[in-house]
């Protein structure tokens, strides 16, 4: 009996003992599945972090930004800076879209030239071509601006998408159509459709070049001297002034002298013909006057002033 009870007891205290060690080994586990459930989330968050600039670029990606820029520019060589910008478009994948010049060149008459280009190029090679055409020549002015068409492409591809499922129900009714009046009616508004379907097509396409393509206007003028910028100091400014007034005296004296030499030949025509009247005036001064000619008058017999004899009276 004491044996027996023994036995039960210590069967006791081996279950009592594996409920223990099953209820530590719970507890031990649980807190290891709440760190593997935070780690989790951190790593979520991070994730997310991580994805948001990648979203914030693919987002700024797909905008449709217009852009544009304009370059002034100066040189003494006209020639060499007008060649290179047909040559730097197509480096940078453009092309020159149109050109004018004014001016025939640095002499008086023709005036200093400028040249004005139009010129397209990929938006994303836009800052390489302004960098290169800057190098070429002394920048005067130089300028960039964007402009966002998103909402008003957005806009043109909602209304085309509307206006093309418009046109499939039209296209339906036209087969369903059994009056001549229906018929017509549809066939009238499908064409208008239709119509605003190529115009929105065309818009959307034009959009996708001007964004695409940037345009840059570019200003070369022909300077006899480049202008340095003036110093805010007084002697650089004095300098600036006394170097401006040495350029415009030499530029009246060049004038001056121009003028001179295109009157010369007028100048020597009107002192041959002064020469020449002249000339013919003095020889018929000094020349005696013709007895048998008219037009001089005939020679004077001289006169006998002996006094006549005295009259004899006669008683």
Known sequence: MKKRTAALLAAAALVFALAAGCASSGSATRPSAAGGTASTAVQKAADSAEAAPAQAASAAEKRKIVKSASLELETTDYQKVTSVMGILASEYGGYLESSSIEGKGTDPSGGL??????????????????????????????????????????????????????????????????????????????????????????????????????????????????????????????????????????????????????????????????????????????APPDETSGGGNPKEEPQDKTPPPPETKIK
């Open 113 to 286: 030239r400028t040249a004005s280009y139009t010129v397209r190029v990929p938006s994303e090679k836009l800052e390489g071509f302004l960098n290169a055409a800057s190098a070429a020549a002394s920048v005067t002015r130089r300028s960039l601006s964007g402009k966002d068409v998103t909402q008003s492409y957005v806009d043109t591809q909602a209304r085309l998408k509307s206006l093309q499922a418009e046109r499939a129900r039209l296209l339906e009714l036209m087969e369903k159509a059994e009056k001549v009046a229906d018929l017509l009616a549809v066939e009238q508004r499908l064409t208008e459709v239709q119509t605003q379907i190529e115009q929105m097509t065309a818009s959307l396409k034009n959009m996708d070049l001007l964004v695409s393509f940037a345009t840059v206007t570019v200003t070369v003028r022909e300077v006899e001297a480049i202008r340095r910028p003036a110093e805010k100091s007084l002697g650089g400014q004095l300098g600036g002034v006394l170097a401006d007034s040495g350029r415009a005296l030499a530029q009246a004296a060049r004038y001056l002298l121009i003028a001179v030499t295109a009157a010369l030949p007028f100048a020597a025509v009107a002192g041959a013909v002064f020469a020449a009247v002249w000339f013919f005036r003095r020889r018929r001064r000094a």
